[in-house]
């Protein structure tokens, strides 16, 4: 009688698959609340970093062009977006939208205008505040001769 030689068999048994799949379960459900932060937090920063970006394209096309640009909120509503456009003919140049969900936006001023030379055309600063659900704040500041500046801080009163 001749005899076969059996050969050791390979892979994973049910139950030891099973038991990883909990395992890595486990371990998403725990990552999770961590992940949803900075979800949030880069929301944050990609709403200041637009913002930066249209103030600097509000400064240098008011320079380019001689005249003033302005930027300012859609519908009166800094969440809601904003318009970058030649104060006296009202071309639009730019636009965001909505910039995400949970980000929230806060500004004293109506709209920011640039004058010919690229400096902000009013007296009192300017400073438009972000900020999210998780507590992330950000402070968007413009100094007298227009340039922005993002603090990741709460604006000063």
Do not use: Y
């Amino acid at each position: 009688m001749a005899r076969h030689a059996q050969t050791p068999q390979r892979g994973f048994t049910l139950v030891e698959l099973v038991v990883t799949i909990a395992m890595l379960a486990i371990l998403a459900a725990l990552a999770t609340p961590s992940f949803q932060r900075m979800i949030e937090a880069q929301r944050l920063r990609t709403g200041a970093f637009a913002l930066i970006s249209d103030l600097t394209l509000a400064r240098s096309e008011a320079v380019k062009r001689g005249e003033p640009v302005e930027l300012m909120p859609v519908d009166g509503n800094w969440a809601g977006g904003w318009l970058v456009r030649v104060a006296a003919t009202s071309e639009t140049i730019s636009s965001q939208s909505q910039i995400g969900s949970g980000i929230t936006l806060a500004s004293a001023a109506s709209s920011v205008r640039f004058n010919r030379n690229g400096q902000v055309d009013t007296v009192s600063s300017v400073r438009i505040a972000l900020s999210d659900t998780h507590d992330g704040r950000r402070c968007i500041s413009l100094d007298p001769s227009g340039r922005p500046k993002s603090t990741k801080s709460e604006c000063p009163a």
